[in-house]
């Protein structure tokens, strides 16, 4: 299956293994909660999931790279210990507790929080002296002496023996009590994950036309040869720096992440090009609205990959102020909801500066929990340090107009005038990021008209969540004009398709 289906799979097992019944016990015991063992092709975010349905299910995550632990690590170091036995005193050996028990631990007294995830990564691949513990981990669920406590679930991850020399095959008696679920790299779902992330536009347009250098893994004369999710997405994290630092990306520098010498040669090209189009038509202008006929011109007579870049430069170009409105939205969202609070606060006597102060507390605990398990979105996060931000500056403000003898309805006025100020910033977002969205359009209607790069343009709307929200809670007629159409040619080649199996059947 996909990384995206196997998510959901462990999500609805954590969720199935966590659920308790009437008495507070699980409803399925520990030693029925069988460990869930992912194996798949290196680089497609096995790791990175797990950080997400964490998050999501609010639990906690530790997570080990096995093949980096020796066997004292894993399983703690001897010590003798005194005892006696038969009214004689003898030497016993005992052991430590496992720096990865503890961790667990440690986690969970950090976060408050006592259920979690404890991911073991490349457990097929370790030493020769650390497979026996690992065999007795995933059979009896403890390291060492020390079980791994209740309400944790173990996932484990590995990759298959074609991709790690070192790979070491699980017997039957260990499969018969583990969960094991296959994964394979899926460009599709990928792409829905590199909207979100806000994956260079570059990248995503370049694997849209090549989707077969997405995952490559050969064998050549020089050696392995590989281009994989994750070195995509750390390029494409590199490739933002290179551009604040006004820097440019070339064969060499991305050859360093995608280790597959025709692709990472046919992106560096491509990279030129890239770059030329944003140029060329001049992108930025025409989202304000500034086009000039030559470059409608020019467009129309392009070639399809020249035409698909161009798409793909508008759709990166809106995607980042898409983001840019989700977060500005989630942070004016949540501080209107404090500020409901302290009102509330003060209207039960509480005095402006005190009932602000307390609540300000509150919210920096709730970062600091939050930050420590984990659990936050980056925009999420961004949203939490603006708020906090926020509220230390009208405290000072409210203390200063308590010593000036203001009564509270003055000083929360004057706080709710800032808030006015935010939300205002929030409009404008909306305004300019709708009119950038309604240029685009503009643009590709007079190059394009009713074709197939504006289904293209379309497509990529609806695969980005940002410009989905973004279109849903503020609109564009030209979105459902052309959305609409899309949807029913879609309907039509489906019926069509549905007539052609009966055919085929009769």
Sequence with gaps: MNIKRA???????IEAYLIKDAYGEYCIPSIRQRPILLMGPPGIGKTQIMEQIARECEINLVSYTITHHTRQSAVGLPFIREKEYGGKSHSVTEYTMSEIISSVYDRMEETKIKEGILFIDEINCVSETLAPTMLQFLQCKTFGNQSVPKGWIIVAAGNPPEYNKSVREFDVVTLDRIRRIDVEEDFGVWKEYAYSA????????????????????????????????????????????????????????VGQYIQHGKAARDFANYLELFEKYRTDYRIEEVLAGHFEKFAVDKLKLASFDEKFSVVGLLVGHLGTRFYAYYEMDLYVTTLYEKLKGWKREMGEGTSPSASLALLLDREQADYERKENAGQFTAPARHAAVKTIGFLKARLKEAEAGEREGLVPEEIFTGAAGYFGQESAKRENMVLETGGALQNAFDFLELAFGDSQEMVIFITELNTNPYSIQFISENGCDSYYKYNKKLLFEEEQRNILKELDDIENDL
Excluded at 7 to 13: G, T, V, Y
């Design 7 to 13: 998510k959901q799979e462990i999500k609805d097992a």
């Design 198 to 253: 806000g994956i260079h536009p570059a990248v995503i347009s370049y694997l849209d036309i090549h989707k077969d250098n997405f995952y490559r893994m050969e064998t050549s004369v020089d050696g392995r040869m590989f281009a994989t999710a994750r070195g995509w997405e750390d390029l494409s994290q590199f490739l933002y720096a290179y551009e604040k630092l006004g820097k440019r990306a070339d064969r060499e520098v």
